[in-house]
């Protein structure tokens, strides 16, 4: 099983012991979507796009669990897909469902395993993450990384009753792996 180790996260790919936990965090709005918009599903559609997400790269499925690194057991989940139909570019999201282990480091640490992961295994030179101008938290965890903020979307998504403003985020290839100084 394809695992991505980092000093505190560890990601692998969900499995089915996984899937409850998992339904319950995209059950509850303030878990998963305090800056996004809410689509609950019933639990056979959640397992079903579980399913096939690993052959669909439009995916919006989770493809990859976070745990502790030295403790087993979800507690958060990110994803990625291509946004566009003809732009050659992969945008990754992530969510820490376990709220007792936001805060800690996990977060940044999980996006910048799979951003690495996503830079070995396709042809891509850049990674791409939005975020709603109005959570910090996600603004912060991608900047931390070297994300750079390319622009901003106005009025680009509804939720929570009016529309948001939303940042793109950018990281390219070498900025995440600058070549070696010499000497
Ligand atoms: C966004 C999210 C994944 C961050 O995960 P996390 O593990 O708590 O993040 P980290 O501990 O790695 O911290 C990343 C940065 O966010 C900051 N941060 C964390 N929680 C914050 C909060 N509530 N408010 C402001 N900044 C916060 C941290 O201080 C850190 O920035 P810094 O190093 O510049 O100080 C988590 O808050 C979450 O799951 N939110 C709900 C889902 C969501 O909004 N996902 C993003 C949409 S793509």
Known sequence: ??????????????????????????????????YDR???????????????????????????VVERAKEPGPVGVV???????????????????????????LGREAVGL???HLFATTSVERVGATCDVENLASCRLAEGLGFRREGTLRQAFYHHGRWHDVHLYGITRAERSPPASPG
């Open 79 to 105: 994803g990625h897909f291509t946004p566009h139909p003809v732009l050659e570019t992969i945008e990754v999201w992530y969510i820490i469902g376990d709220r007792a282990a936001r805060g800690q480091g």
């Open 38 to 64: 809410f689509v609950s599903e019933p639990y056979d559609e959640f397992v079903r796009s579980m399913s096939g997400s690993a052959s669909d790269p439009s995916s919006l499925a989770p493809r990859f």
């Open 114 to 116: 799979l951003a690495d």
């Open 1 to 34: 099983m394809l695992a991505l180790h980092g000093a505190r996260a560890r990601l692998r790919p969900p499995q089915p012991s996984d899937f409850r936990t998992l339904f319950e965090w995209f059950s509850d709005p303030e878990v998963v979507a305090p």
